[in-house]
């Protein structure tokens, strides 16, 4: 097996491979989303063809998402230990 170092590609090449296969949306699944987003844009939008879910749309509901798992977690009540 020949290592990256070998290859002389070096510390940079790594951290750029690595930085390529982080999951930029950990809090959805993102199959998922795509396929019910497409099904509402058929379902809302008849007339347009929408084929495809871009990752910036992901990347925005995801952090949507967590500001409303945020918002939520802070709307608690002081008392109690369940969320």
């Known amino acids: 097996m020949v290592t990256a170092r070998a290859r ?6 790594r951290v750029a ?6 999951n930029k949306t950990p809090w959805l699944n ?5 396929e019910e987003l497409l099904r509402l ?7 347009h063809s929408y084929t495809r ?3 910036e749309t992901l990347v925005q ?7 409303a798992m945020i918002w939520h977690v802070k709307s608690m009540p002081s008392k109690g230990r369940t969320i």
């Open 61 to 67: 509901l995801s952090w949507h998402f967590r500001q």
């Open 53 to 55: 879910v871009s990752e």
């Open 30 to 34: 993102r199959r998922a989303v795509r």
């Open 8 to 13: 002389g590609l070096g510390e940079d090449a």
């Open 17 to 22: 491979r690595r930085a390529r296969t982080l």
């Open 41 to 47: 844009a058929k379902e809302l939008r008849p007339f």
